[in-house]
């Protein structure tokens, strides 16, 4: 533990290169996952239609699958024999972005969804009522699940800080370039060095720390 902690005081450049792109990739992936998890979210947290209930079975389900699962099939879509292989995503930073953001997507569209779900139902009525049309009921409602919206944003960020097989299976694990907190601490453990690891980890445990104060405060702040 004291060579832990002096490892993360002295600016150990290796250490904090590793951190800051850990948090780079966590950063976009976040940012990727939002842009259509909201709107998924958001049609299935409105009016009631036809398969409502299967597509949030099948959003419950996807976010219960391992992650090494999830690594499995977007290898299968990104390797070079693969669909999008053109894209040359396979062990680079863009592959493990594209994994994070895939594994996250479902956290996103649920949490907007429960969050909507739970807005008085007078709300519509009383939008409607006014005469606002599709565009300002939209902002309207997403301003009312605001809360909502912010815990989607920090449950997915402390999500994909704290992966490991999707990183891992699509990255590589590569020095400088795809290696990430989680990565790191399972090779070190693995070499035996225990050092960064250790820090790696206490870095991880404050991530997850402020990640639940967060959720905690909004969810006091809801009620």
Do not use: C
Request: net charge positive; charged share 15%.
């Amino acid at each position: 533990m004291k060579e832990a902690f002096l490892l993360l005081a002295s600016g150990d450049a290796e250490t904090w290169a590793t951190v800051l792109r850990s948090l780079r990739f966590s950063f976009f992936s976040t940012l990727f996952a939002l842009i259509p998890g909201i709107p998924a979210g958001v049609a299935l947290g409105g009016r009631d239609f036809r398969g409502r209930r299967s597509l949030i079975a099948v959003v419950n389900a996807l976010m219960a699958l391992p992650t090494v699962v999830i690594g499995l099939f977007i290898y299968t879509l990104i390797s070079r024999s693969g669909p999008l292989g053109f894209m040359s995503l396979m062990y680079e930073p863009g592959g493990v972005v594209f994994g994070q953001a895939f594994l996250a997507f479902p956290i996103v569209v649920s949490t907007t969804q429960v969050g909507l779900s739970k807005l008085d139902p007078r709300f519509r009525e009383t939008i409607l009522t006014l005469g606002a049309g599709p565009w300002r009921r939209l902002v309207s409602t997403l301003f009312e699940a605001r809360a909502a919206l912010v815990a989607a944003v920090v449950a997915t960020f402390g999500r994909v800080t704290g992966e490991v097989g999707v990183s891992m299976m699509l990255g590589g694990n590569i020095r400088g370039t795809t290696r990430t907190m989680t990565t790191t601490i399972a090779l070190d453990y693995n070499k035996g060095e225990f050092d960064r690891a250790v820090s790696l980890g206490l870095v991880l445990l404050v991530i997850a720390l402020v990640v639940n104060l967060a959720l905690h405060a909004l969810a006091s702040h809801e009620d």
